[in-house]
């Protein structure tokens, strides 16, 4: 027969050798959870990164398109832009009478824009690089709009 002492030891082998196989067990089991998060944040990563880049290539696209389309609208011979070289009337405003109580507003004379007799610098050039300018900001702008829209 085995003596009891012996028995005892025996019993805490198995329950030591039983309770290793269990801390085994869980211990595989947290680690495959875990490459399974971690193989789940990649895929995202990587779908994220793909939604991102295709995106970015519409908007691309969007913007080009846009500023073909705006490049296209403009007139082929801009008409020349002149600053007015005939002078306005400068006839002038009459004055209302007013009672005590209301606030009055000195009358005057509108000034002349120019009394020379030649014409002013053409502006037409400088107005054209504004509008292209514009036309080139509006287009990045419809193209982000773009962009935020379809995120």
């Known amino acids: 027969m085995i003596p009891d002492e012996m028995k005892v030891v025996l019993l805490i082998i198995v329950m ?27 895929r995202a990563v990587a ?33 020349p832009v002149r600053v007015c070289s005939t002078p306005r009337s400068s006839s002038p405003t009459p004055v209302v009478a007013r009672t005590s109580e209301e606030i009055t507003t000195p009358g005057g004379s509108i000034p002349a824009v120019s009394t020379s007799p030649t014409a002013g610098p053409d502006i037409g050039p400088e107005l054209q690089q504004f509008a292209l300018r514009a036309d080139e900001l509006s287009a990045q702008v419809r193209a982000l709009l773009a962009r935020e829209k379809d995120l």
Not at 32 to 40: K, N, R
């Open 47 to 79: 779908e994220q990164a793909e939604k991102d880049a295709k995106a970015t290539a519409k908007m691309a696209s969007n913007y080009e398109a846009e500023l073909d389309r705006l490049r296209a609208a403009v007139p082929l011979r801009p008409t």
């Open 16 to 42: 030591l050798l039983a309770a290793s196989g269990l801390g085994y067990c869980h211990h595989r089991g947290v680690v495959e959870g875990q490459s399974q998060v971690i193989e789940a944040d990649k």
